[in-house]
């Protein structure tokens, strides 16, 4: 069975169209679909029409688990899907417009060394309506400011669950669901070249943002796996052409490790790749994760690795990290699911 919210706003028609319904329903049922999270609710809307949707459709898309708040307001929400996966969401409130951090798959392929949510591989991709679930749950949930921000940084790499990341970004984006504007929209991505370079003509127009790390290929692979299969340099081209097809200054994403990525020689190196792109260097102080012993930096040295930056001529600032005491902050969300079952085996 689909999930409801799976639907888009063409394919919902067709579907109203083919139960010999008047058109009106389609926009109806989408303010239903932001609105509620369960069919009970729909009581304005004819009950042959929600048991034909309920006979083919699942309303609820993700039921809440757990939730932890962090000291700074940050909220980790745990969800379960319904086959039993379970999601990770971040809700960071913010003065000036609410952020919700998604994931787009259970677990993560990649393998990034200082990132939990690869530890255990890929499990699955999650569709376009779970994905737009873990906004529209979090947004109710925090009524009446709600969420003005979508941040795809959660578990899992958007640009390798491609199809549905972009259906989930004309879903959240259209006037009839949440319609949370283009520009407030982030993708961020490990680095898929063409998947990068094809984003704006199928339709994407927020902020990509590349987790780069480190400026040079022979180090960045002994950090990240992608970099085996793609350079910097083919990385940066990517940003290059994304940045002309939109007018929209990337951003460059760089984990701060202390004694790997932080001497004046990396500082050259970033301003070499990355000196005639218009982009800023968002330096983000390594979290601590159980599985990777890199070394997180001092806020002096930080700070003294943004100056030099800086000085260099780049566009740079050290990113403020939320929710790191619930383990909610960059890196720390993990395939809790793999977890679970790999203690029940050695229990
Ligand atoms: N899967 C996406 C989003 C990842 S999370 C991607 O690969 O880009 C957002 C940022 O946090 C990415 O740049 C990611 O590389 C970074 N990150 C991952 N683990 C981290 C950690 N332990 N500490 C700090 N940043 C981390």
Redesign the pocket.
């Known amino acids: 069975m689909q999930l409801l919210c799976d639907l888009s706003e063409s394919e919902l028609a067709d579907v109203i169209s083919a139960l010999g319904e008047p058109k009106y329903r389609v926009k109806q049922i989408m303010r239903h679909i932001v609105a509620y999270d369960s069919f009970a609710e729909y009581t304005d809307i004819p009950k042959r029409i929600v048991a034909a949707l309920s006979e083919k459709y699942i309303d609820v898309a993700l039921k809440e688990k757990t939730r932890v708040t962090a000291s700074d307001g940050a909220i980790r929400y745990l969800f379960e899907t319904f086959d039993g996966d379970l999601v990770e969401s971040v809700f960071l409130p913010h003065d000036y417009g609410n952020s919700v951090c998604v994931s787009c798959q259970v677990g ?1 392929a ?1 393998g ?1 060394v ?2 939990a949510s690869g530890h255990y591989g890929l499990k699955r991709n999650l569709s376009a309506g779970e994905i737009l679930s873990q906004v529209l749950f979090i947004a109710r949930d925090r009524k009446p400011d709600g969420v003005q921000k979508i941040v795809m ?1 959660g578990s ?2 958007p640009l390798a669950n491609y199809e549905n990341t972009l259906k989930f970004i004309k879903s959240v984006n259209s006037p009839n669901g949440l319609n949370i504007g283009m520009r407030s929209i982030s993708v ?3 680095g898929l070249p063409r998947r990068m370079e094809s984003l704006a003509a199928d339709g994407f127009s927020g902020t990509l ?1 590349l ?1 780069l ?1 480190a400026a040079t290929d022979e180090k960045r692979k002994k950090i990240m796996r992608v970099a085996e299969n793609y350079t910097v340099k083919e990385c940066v081209a990517a940003l290059k052409k994304y940045f002309e097809a939109t007018g929209r200054r990337v951003i460059v ?1 760089y ?1 701060l490790i202390d004694g790997f990525n932080m001497s004046d020689e990396d500082a050259a190196e970033l301003k070499k790749l990355l000196g005639g792109l218009c982009c800023h260097i968002n330096l ?1 102080p ?2 601590p ?1 159980d599985s990777c012993d890199l070394k997180p930096c001092s806020k002096k040295r930080a700070y003294e690795f943004e100056a030099r930056l800086k000085k260099l001529g780049l566009s740079a600032s050290v990113r403020r990290s939320m929710g790191s005491d619930v383990a909610g902050a ?3 969300l993990k395939n809790r699911t793999a977890e679970a079952e790999q203690k029940l085996r050695s229990d």
Do not use: A, P, V
Request: hydrophobic share 25%; net charge negative; with cysteine.
């Open positions: 993560c990649m990034c200082f990132c940084m899992g790499s961020s991505t490990c943002s987790s790390h994403e984990i983000i390594l979290n994760t960059c890196g720390q």
